[in-house]
């Protein structure tokens, strides 16, 4: 979709599975309302997105990530057996997964992280790093982008040689300073589903679209307050995306939105920036879409066909590895 269409009512299937959801953290106290138990919560809602029928058939091995003085839970995911090969057959997706810094792990992003390996025919290493705010700024930013320089050590053994960026909402944040603070990586291509990406908490999709359901304005000022630990971080351009400067080209980068999300409005705004830096940026809005529709696709058709709109746009980025020069230098 071009990005200035206009757009539609909240889908609503999309709609009553987040009032579902919602409702379990409106039943308790607020006092009562940790970050473990909302972790919980999102766990519990694996149950409502990506119920047992609906398991992607991907091949899953689990790993772990070694890097120094810790090791980060990994999950691997091939194309199941028998797919016809394609574009991206040689490429490794590293892919962070969303839920604000605080909640989400490898379970929750299990489905999604699944139906994009089989859908793009790669391999997908879906990575849980350290959460605020136990582990508060910069530990999820060094996480991701010391776990992204792992994984270029390990294209040879899973039978890659191109490797791609992931993630959605703080997970597509995380992805997109994993590629800045590597520029010396020859990344193939960026995949960012709603990322966050500024701290302007006034812009037009904050005042318009903050309320819910879904993600609030509200909740993403926690969520900073949780990541930041009282410090001051909103200069940083680990912490704030739209704070970024590339010495180097950006890679081919997809950005897919929802415009019933209060992020909408700041991932327009980087994936200007990106354009600006000289990335070839495709931009998909999805006009009837809440914030996280990327985990909706398994039961939800109409949310299925935008997370598939973005995965063709990632293909179309993804040429063979012998057509062309590598991207990310000038």
Known sequence: MNPNTKPSALDPTCRDMLIRVGRWAAAVPAHELTPQRQRQFMRD?????????????????????PLPGRSLP???????????????????????????????????????????????????????????????????????????????????????????VGGDSAGGHLAAHAMHANPDLATAAALLFYPVADVDFDNASYTGRGDGPGLTRAGMLAFWQQLAGGASITDDARAVLMRQRWTRRPPPTVVALAWHDPLHDEGHAYAQLLRAAGADVQVHVAPDM??????????????????????????????????????GAV
Not at 107 to 123: F, K, M, N, P, V
């Open 45 to 65: 809602s694996i149950a409502v997105y990506a119920p047992p029928e609906a398991r992607v058939p991907a091949q899953r091995e689990d790993l772990s990530v």
């Open 74 to 164: 990994a999950r691997l995911y091939r194309p199941a057996a028998g797919r016809p090969r394609g574009a991206a057959d040689d490429v490794l997706l590293v892919f962070f997964h969303g839920g604000g810094w605080v909640l989400g792990d490898l379970d929750t992003h299990d489905a999604a992280c699944a139906y994009l390996a089989q859908q793009l025919g790669c391999r997908v290493l879906s990575v849980e790093y350290r959460k605020a705010p136990e582990h508060p700024f910069p530990a999820p930013c060094d996480d991701a982008a010391q776990a992204y320089a792992w994984a270029a050590t390990q294209l040879a053994a899973w039978g890659c040689s191109r490797l791609a």
């Open 290 to 327: 809440p914030h996280g529709f990327l985990r909706h696709g398994g039961v939800n058709p109409v949310a299925r066909a935008h997370v598939d709109a973005a995965v063709r746009a990632l293909l179309a980025c993804l040429r063979p590895a012998n057509e062309g020069p590598a991207h």
